[in-house]
Each structure stands twice: as structure tokens, then as C-alpha cells.
């Protein structure tokens, strides 16, 4: 098969971790008899340098020419909040989002078997493994509602935001979540507030009739304190945790914590039609950047997610997944998930023994 996907390299170490999973993606090729095309789109504080902007027109009608989209990071001091909108790296990322109608977003929190120590948690708790799948809401919620500040006569300025959800927004993520977890571990932990929001006991309502659509997955309603306390507890007892918005927003950085580096994380936002995107959790990291120091991983396993869930080749994923166990098994580290003592390696060393090992 030729499967196409479209490169936003981006800023900062962004066109570095894209180079070595683009080399990362090309040795699956060799390996599994596939080829690929890659696309380089322009966006981020690049294309702002460029042509003025950091979403350039027809980025996204480039990309949903695609099977799918990989991103390295955008961002960084040069183009901060001081500039206009439309030149603000993070503009971009927005509207990319919107375009693409990505509406589900997924971050993997598995803690690398060759990493368990990085993990903060006790030594018992990580020992029983940790390997979740946070299914957030993207597009809906308190985040996009109406919101209103305005003066009262007795108590000052006041503030609103609103939460609203459809069943028809609960239903799409919800059966996304039912699906990823008939390719896991076929668990799924649904978290809300329903005893006290409204939108909540939709969102339970919804959930339930989708729960017994698919009698094969395991199903639980977990309140959303008592999940943020379950993480830190015993996060080995969750498979696929699907929750809204802002719920996710703070929980799934909770659940990556756990696990250690912010340079071992990738993560995927998808909707229907569109191709889903794949990017690293962390961001541009500008300090250091052109250096040879960052960690590739995040990008490499964000990889393994668009083979697992843009292109279904289960193995390929695995393949990659294995690769980049091994190199940590064999003592492979770079500086940010090396201990005191360990021998450093760069970027593109990284990538080269993630090759290697596939
Ligand atoms: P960051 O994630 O870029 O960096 C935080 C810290 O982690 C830094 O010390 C950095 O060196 C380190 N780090 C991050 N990724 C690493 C890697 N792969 N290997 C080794 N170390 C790594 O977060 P920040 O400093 O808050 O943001 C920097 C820029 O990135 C900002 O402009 C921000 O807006 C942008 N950003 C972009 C995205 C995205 O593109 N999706 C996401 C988050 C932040």
C-alpha cells in the first residue's frame, strides 16, 4: 500500500523529531512492503516568517488530501502574545483542529516497562504496570460555549461560562471510546460529575445506551474526583478512561505525569472523514532546539498511533512500539530521561537505533 501524510514540521526542535520518525516510518515501509509520500505543510511560526501568517490558506484542504498528518510542535518567544492573531503559532493549531472537524482526542499514558523508576508514583503501584487510553472531548463543551462578563448592582463584575452538550457530541466520542477499547483491553471507565451536572447525567445516559451496544467491553461510570484520585492510587485498573473537555484537559495531563517524561508521550485528535492528526504531547521546546537534545519518542510512538489507528496496520504499530522498548531496555537515553551518571545520546542517534531495532 502508498499511504500519504502530510509533515507539519513546525518550530523549534519540531523539524528534528519529524526527521527521525519520517526515517522511523520509511524503515516500516522496507520492512512491511509499503511506501510512502510525504507532504510538507508550512505552519506555525515558520509560515509566519515565511508568508506572514501561521496558517497559510489551503493548509487544510493540503492535509485532508492526506491519509493523515503528522506534527513535530509549533511555537515559541519569537512569535508570543505580543503579535496579531493570525501570526500566533497557536492560532494555527486551533483552527487546524476546527477544519479538520477533529472532535476526539487521544492520549496514550503507558509507563515504558525500561522507565518504570521515572514513574512518581509507588514502587508497587508502578510495578503493576500502567497502560491507559484518555478519550477527551475536543470540540465541545464549557471551552466553546457562551461565555458573558458583566456588572451587577451589588456584587461586582460576575462571569459565566457555559457547558452545553449534545447527545449527538456524547454519542460520536463515546462510541469512539467503545471501539478503541474492543483493540485494547476491552474496559471502558466513562468520567462525569452526574451528581451534580446536568450535562454530566446526559453524558451517563448516553454512555449506558451505548454500554449495551457492545456487552464485549467492560463498562464503569467513575465520578470525575474520585478518576483524579484512582490516577494516582492505582492507574494500572484503567484501560480506556473517556471523559468531556475540560475534564479531560486536566486529567489526561494527571495521567502523563504518572508515567514520567513529557518527551515519551504522543497523542491523536480525530473526527470523521478527515484524517486524524498525530503530534507529541509536549511542545517546541526552544531552549533546545537545533541542538541534537530532544527525545524523538513522543513523535516516534505518535507514529505507531497513526499506523495503528489511520492506516489499521495493527502490526506495524507494534513493530514500532517494541523498537523504541528496546532501545530504553538496552539503556538508550537522552538527556531528558537520563539519570545522573547514564551515558547522554542526541536526537538523531535515537532515531537511528529505533531503526535499527525494526
Ligand atoms: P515544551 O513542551 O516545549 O517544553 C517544556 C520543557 O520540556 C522544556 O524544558 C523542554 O526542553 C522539555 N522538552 C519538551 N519536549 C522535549 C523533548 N522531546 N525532548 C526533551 N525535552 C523536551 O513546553 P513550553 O516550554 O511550555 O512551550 C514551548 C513552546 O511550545 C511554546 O511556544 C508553546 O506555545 C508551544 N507548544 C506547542 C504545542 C504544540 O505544538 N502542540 C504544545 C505545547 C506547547
Redesign the pocket.
Known amino acids: 500500500m502508498n499511504y500519504k501524510i502530510a509533515l507539519i514540521r513546525?518550530d523549534?526542535?519540531g523539524p528534528e523529531?519529524v526527521n527521525e520518525t519520517v526515517k522511523v516510518i520509511d524503515k516500516v515501509g522496507e520492512k512491511f512492503g509499503h511506501t510512502f509520500e510525504y507532504v510538507d505543510v508550512l505552519m506555525g511560526g515558520c509560515a509566519t516568517d515565511a508568508v506572514g501568517v501561521s496558517y497559510p490558506a489551503g493548509t487544510a484542504e493540503t492535509c485532508k488530501a492526506c491519509d493523515a498528518v503528522l506534527l513535530g510542535?509549533?511555537?515559541?518567544p519569537r512569535w508570543g502574545s505580543d503579535k496579531p492573531a493570525e501570526q500566533r503559532?497557536?492560532t494555527a493549531?486551533l483552527a487546524i483542529r476546527k477544519d479538520l472537524g477533529l472532535y476526539a482526542n487521544l492520549r496514550p499514558a503507558a509507563l515504558r516497562p525500561a522507565l518504570s523508576d521515572a514513574c512518581p508514583l509507588k514502587k508497587e503501584t508502578a510495578e503493576k504496570g500502567i497502560d491507559l487510553l484518555m478519550v477527551r472531548e475536543l470540540t465541545g463543551g464549557i471551552y466553546f460555549g457562551k461565555r458573558d462578563k458583566y456588572q451587577t448592582p451589588d456584587r461586582g463584575m460576575e462571569a459565566t461560562d457555559l457547558m452545553a452538550y449534545s447527545e449527538m457530541e456524547i454519542e460520536r466520542i463515546g462510541r469512539r471510546a467503545f471501539e478503541f477499547a474492543r483493540l485494547r483491553r476491552h474496559k471502558v471507565s466513562s468520567v462525569d460529575k452526574a451528581n451534580v451536572l446536568e450535562t454530566s447525567r446526559l453524558w451517563r445516559a448516553v454512555m449506558h445506551r451505548l454500554a449495551a451496544e457492545y456487552p464485549d467491553v467492560q463498562y464503569e461510570d467513575v465520578l470525575v474526583d474520585n478518576c483524579a484520585m484512582q490516577l494516582v492510587r492505582d492507574p494500572g485498573q484503567f484501560d480506556v478512561v473517556v471523559t468531556e473537555n475540560m475534564f479531560g484537559d486536566i486529567l489526561s495531563d494527571e495521567a502523563s505525569m504518572v508515567t514520567g517524561s513529557?518527551?515519551l508521550l504522543p497523542s491523536a485528535s480525530m473526527g470523521d472523514g478527515a484524517p486524524a492528526l498525530y503530534?507529541?504531547i509536549?511542545?517546541?521546546?526552544?531552549?533546545?532546539a537545533g541542538q541534537d537534545k530532544?527525545?524523538p519518542i513522543?513523535t516516534i510512538l505518535s507514529a505507531a498511533m497513526m499506523f495503528r489507528y489511520s492506516f489499521h496496520l495493527a502490526a506495524e504499530a507494534d513493530a514500532i512500539e517494541a523498537a523504541v522498548d528496546k532501545a530504553l531496555a538496552d539503556g538508550w537515553r537522552?538527556a531528558?530521561i537520563a539519570k545522573p551518571g547514564e551515558t547522554v545520546i542526541g536526537t538523531r542517534r535515537m532515531g537511528e537505533v529505533i531503526c535499527e531495532n525494526i
Open positions: 513546525g523549534g526542535i523529531i510542535a509549533v511555537g515559541g503559532p497557536e493549531l513529557i518527551g503530534e507529541p509536549h511542545g517546541s521546546a526552544p531552549d533546545i530532544a527525545n513522543a537522552t531528558d
